[in-house]
């Protein structure tokens, strides 16, 4: 059956001869709307003549249509705009295989065209110029707080230069200044023509703002309790497996995983099961250390104030067989950090760690006020560095990326009809890359077992390999 090879090999005979494609189509056994779907896939229709005026090549510099990717494809027009806004209503292979020959031709939508074409959809007036909503919080008083676009916000500049380049503004809105009717907050957005939001706020901030979700696209960076929104996430479960690998290389053994809190329950969740697979597959007995898990244990701790016993705390928490051993002297005046502080000491004495990782820097002055050094005396690892303002060894969010992704999925979207169903709501997880700074030291170098190396070479050659995850 005749292919396009054979295409490209029947013209290389005469290669400075023009011919048409019904000569072509004849010689080849196939029809001429075929031959000119090959030609143009594969950038030979200057070797034609055509009735119509020619479609220029990626190389002459005019832009590739909409229509140019409908004939290389051989679909219609109408599929290849829906497969572009990843449309259910395109089955998953014809959208791949549709986007893919975008890509190849170097197709970039406009965003004026799609800004117009949105309006057609949706039934509104066309702006020049669309907007989405940077929705973040910041309860300190007016005097104390500062600009977010000012420093290395580094996620937020991405994010702001890639919806430049998409044709989009971004507008900024501190939810703590903002009313928390749900009436005034959607007038507030629809009067600045928000249609898209991106939110990056904590939950507890969000039980104060009826925001309206229904009403707008949303984007979150955070889970948001008792919504299905399409999220844009930290890999808890790929960058623990890289950090522990990483120190495993080190010459680490004795790694102590800590929460003194957590941005979410899905993510503390993952991180510790990525910490206990890694400690199975590496760590010989006697080796692994249970997971330090503060705020679940403080509940414990307040269960025992009221009801003076230890049997009826939690089960299933990492560590509580640990802590149902410990003669507790409760002092119920006394501060949080007097707690971390003793539970931290007690800890330490009883499991001997020479490396903590933790996703708190609260834990840094709790170990020096045990009288520990960092590093000499105990390694410090961050699983998201770059939220210190010192440096950790640890892992550091790519907030450029995050900021770049975190657009384009929102503009697909905003793209899409509001005829078209909701498919369940989807997860991208960018994992962190590692860096080495002042909270480690070299440790004596010490060999590992073939399924020990074989592991930890599989672990770290993944996540330089890929980038991004989604589900």
């Known amino acids: 059956m005749p292919s396009p090879v054979d295409l490209a090999n029947w013209l290389a005979k005469d290669p400075e001869k023009i011919r048409s494609f019904a000569d072509a189509a004849r010689a080849l056994g196939v029809s001429p709307p075929t031959v000119k779907r090959w ?8 070797h034609f003549r055509s009735r119509k005026k020619a479609v220029s090549s990626p190389a002459s510099g005019s832009p590739i249509t909409l229509r140019r990717v409908a004939e290389a494809s051989g679909y219609s027009t109408a599929t290849v705009s829906l497969a572009l806004r990843n449309s259910p209503r395109v089955s998953p292979e014809a959208g791949e295989a549709i986007r893919r020959m975008a890509r190849n031709l170097g197709y970039e939508p406009h965003p004026y065209v799609q800004a117009h074409m949105r309006a057609i959809r949706h039934g509104k007036p066309a702006r020049v110029r669309e907007v989405i909503a940077m929705l973040y919080h910041d309860g300190r008083p007016p005097q104390e707080q500062q600009d977010p676009t000012q420093g290395l916000n580094v996620r937020l500049q991405a994010l702001q230069q890639r919806a430049r380049e998409l044709g989009y503004e971004v507008t900024l809105y501190n939810v703590a200044a903002m009313s928390g009717r749900e009436a005034d907050v959607t007038r507030q957005l629809k009067r600045s023509g928000v249609e898209g939001v991106l939110l990056d706020v904590p939950s507890y901030a969000l039980d104060s703002l009826a925001l309206p979700y229904e009403r707008f696209r949303i984007l979150s960076f955070r889970q948001v309790p008792g919504h299905s929104l399409p999220l844009l996430l930290n890999d808890a479960y790929r960058n623990q497996l890289e950090a522990f690998c990483r120190l495993w290389q080190a010459g680490y053994r004795r790694i102590c995983r800590v929460h003194f809190y957590h941005r979410s329950l899905e993510s503390l969740y993952e991180g510790n099961a990525a910490f206990l697979l890694a400690q199975q597959m590496l760590c010989r007995d006697g080796e692994g250390i249970p997971i330090l ?8 701790l307040d269960h025992y104030a009221q009801c003076g016993s230890w049997k009826e705390a939690p089960q299933h928490v990492p560590g509580m067989t640990w802590l149902r051993a410990q003669p507790w002297q409760l002092l119920p005046d006394q501060p949080k950090s007097w707690y971390r502080q003793i539970l931290l000491k007690a800890w330490h004495r009883t499991w001997k760690p020479d490396v903590y990782i933790s996703l708190d820097d609260r834990i840094e002055p709790a170990l020096k006020g045990m009288g520990l050094r960092v590093p000499e005396d105990v390694g410090l690892v961050h699983l998201d560095a770059s939220m210190q303002a010192q440096p950790w060894t640890g892992i550091r969010a790519r907030d450029a990326l995050q900021g770049r992704l975190a657009v384009e999925r929102l503009v ?3 793209n899409r009809s509001p005829n078209e169903s909701e498919e369940q709501a989807w997860k991208v997880r960018v994992p962190g890359c590692w860096q080495e700074e002042g909270s480690t030291s070299a440790r004596p170098s010490r060999t590992m077992t073939g399924q020990q190396q074989a592991f ?4 770290l050659s993944a996540s330089a390999a890929t ?3 989604s589900d």
């Open 39 to 46: 030609a143009l896939a594969q950038g030979l229709e200057h």
């Open 293 to 300: 898990q503060y705020e679940t244990m403080t509940d414990a």
């Open 412 to 414: 697909e979207l905003l």
């Open 456 to 459: 930890v070479d599989m672990i």
């Open 467 to 469: 980038e991004v995850a």
